[in-house]
């Protein structure tokens, strides 16, 4: 029955919505958030709920494309639209995570404002969840942690043009999962990590720039490569690889090489409002670091990240 409670507090934020005519937008990024809330719009306002995926260029190695086959094979085959130059272009050399933050929000608002335009929408539809509402500074708490992107980042002439549905909003991320479970959303979804709205650009510090990007692309790609060869992967909330401006003198073959410092941060945690640092073993570590180096040119040292939430937070800005 709880299961039950908490499909019945989705489902009654989008029946307020079920006079509006017309298409609706779902926003959709292969997270279980934003999953579940267009599985629950299609299942509330039928097949004129149309998905669609902003590409913009933070995803992880390969995302896109996984993720649009899983999201088809669940009867949510979206739109994708192709904005990497718009949002690379626009947060090469920030150096402000904060900044990232609004501008992504922003270009994601840009971008969504087009396509409600173009498809005559009038609502539009996304997974944001009760922490992310917490973090960002909403009605709960007073002091603001990081804008998500999906809260404090859309807006307000998007959300005074439109009607925005949030259907996720009561609910936690292992409440979510239930929800999924319930709507037989596939395993990929309810057991995939979280990942920020903003991507890997809340995971390169300092300035923002495209190498650094591929960098924390590659090693974070190699990270979760090597988690799950030791059946690790699933065990943990998240687990990703940061790139900084600092840089360690290596060796590379017979050469001296400047190269970044990548850090891997590997958590635990049942909700993020608070997490401790996972302890693999120290053979597992040393795969990853050597696997890093060994394939990426520019790394030179490889730094576990060991301090629980808080004080640290789990993303590095
Ligand atoms: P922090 O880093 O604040 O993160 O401990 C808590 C959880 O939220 C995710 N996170 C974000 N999610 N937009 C999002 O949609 C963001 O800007 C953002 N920043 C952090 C983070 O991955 C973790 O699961």
Not at 214 to 234: F, K, M, Y
Request: hydrophobic share 40%.
């Amino acid at each position: 029955w709880v299961r039950n409670t908490y499909y019945a507090l989705v489902e009654a934020e989008l029946e307020k919505y079920r006079g509006v005519e017309g298409p609706v937008i779902a926003a959709v990024s292969g997270g279980v958030d934003s999953t579940v809330a267009a599985a629950v719009a299609r299942k509330v306002l039928g097949d004129r709920v149309i998905p669609v995926l902003v590409d913009h260029g933070l995803f992880r190695e390969g995302e896109v494309e996984e993720v649009v086959e899983k999201l088809s094979a669940t009867g949510l085959k979206p739109l994708v639209l192709d904005e990497r130059e718009r949002f690379l272009s626009r947060l090469e050399g920030v150096v402000d995570c904060e900044e990232r933050r609004r501008i992504i929000g922003e270009e994601f608002a840009k971008v969504f404002d087009q396509v409600m335009e173009a498809e005559g929408a009038r609502l539009f539809v996304q997974g944001t969840t009760y922490p992310d509402i917490v973090e960002s500074g909403g009605t709960v708490v007073a002091d603001r942690i990081k804008s998500h992107h999906n809260v404090a980042g859309l807006p307000s002439w998007f959300r005074e043009k439109y009607l925005v549905a949030e259907p996720l909003k009561h609910l936690y991320k292992d409440e979510v999962r239930e929800v999924a479970r319930m709507l037989g959303v596939p395993g990929y979804f309810v057991e995939r990590h979280p990942f920020p709205g903003p991507g890997l650009a809340v995971r390169v510090i300092g300035v923002f720039t495209r190498e650094k990007l591929e960098v924390c692309r590659r090693a974070s790609a190699i990270v979760e490569q090597v988690l799950r060869r030791h059946g690790l992967l699933d065990k943990v909330w998240q687990a990703f690889a940061v790139v900084g401006d600092d840089k360690w003198v290596g060796v590379k073959g017979d050469a001296r090489r400047v190269g970044y410092v990548v850090i891997v941060r590997i958590v635990e945690s049942s909700d993020a409002m608070t997490a401790d640092y996972f302890k693999p073993p120290y053979s597992v570590l040393d795969e990853v670091s050597r696997e890093i180096t060994r394939s990426i040119e520019d790394v030179t040292m490889v730094a576990y990240a060991v301090t629980t939430k808080p004080p640290s937070t789990i993303e590095p800005c």
